[in-house]
């Protein structure tokens, strides 16, 4: 069965750095991967997603993954971070016809 | 487009009484989900609907929880009687197929507290 590992539960940084999530994925066949982030009280709302075209997949407010097979790999980046990153980011995984198996996810803080 | 709409937001019951949530999914989406999210976790799939037929449902507590989708669109999530565990966000997701690279689009969850 398919799962993802994220490898931070907290991640800090300071306004205007670089953001790296890591995560890492197991699946048996081609799978689909996601980036979900949900604010506090808000819904959850799809970053990007790969489904085995490109390997390097941009999303929304300047996010990107980039998918390694080598490495069961999908991290998240960000050149530069800004405040409304803030909040909780979820590495998700489907494969065939399966639903989407969340991580436990990485609560981003960005410091002023 | 509306999106997908979850009711009600927030759900205050005593332990022991019944509690029942309610999603409409985007229009045209046959897949809808039901997930379970505990306060610092990932959400966790409850039951999973391809039009009004339920294929996945292995993770549903059948014991107090129940849940239907009249007609392939609305559904409820039902849980008789509540405990004191089943406090948590209740995550109501639709998508057009469930497959390779179709995402799912959540509501606002319903946050139930059993006291």
């Known amino acids: 069965a398919q799962s993802v590992t994220q490898l931070d539960s907290h991640v800090s940084v300071s306004e205007g750095t670089p953001v790296l999530l890591r995560c890492n994925y197991s699946s048996s066949y081609s799978p689909s991967l996601f980036w979900y982030v949900q604010h506090p009280n808000k819904g959850l709302q799809l970053l990007l997603k790969y489904t085995s075209a490109a390997t390097l997949v941009k999303g929304i407010n300047g996010f990107e993954a980039e998918f390694k097979k080598s490495e069961t790999s999908f991290h998240l980046t960000k050149p530069s971070a800004h405040m409304s990153d803030a909040a909780e980011y979820f590495c998700v995984v489907s494969e065939g016809n399966t639903p989407l198996v969340f991580g436990k996810g990485t609560r981003l803080s960005v410091i002023a | 487009e509306a999106g997908v709409v979850q009711s009600p937001r927030y759900k205050i019951i005593e332990k022991k009484q019944p509690v029942a949530f309610w999603c409409n999914p985007i229009s045209g989406h046959n897949t809808l989900y039901w997930y379970l999210q505990n306060l610092g976790q990932g959400p966790e799939l409850l039951i999973r609907y391809e039009n009004e037929e339920a294929v996945d449902d292995s993770q549903l507590p059948k014991d107090r929880f129940s849940a239907e989708r009249l007609k392939g669109v609305d559904s409820t999530l039902k849980i008789q009687p509540a405990e004191l565990g089943d406090s948590a966000v209740y995550l109501c997701?639709?998508?057009?197929?469930?497959?390779?690279?179709?995402?799912?689009?959540f509501g606002q969850g319903t946050r139930l507290t059993v006291v």
């Open positions: 997701a639709s998508s057009l197929e469930t497959g390779t690279g179709y995402e799912a689009f």
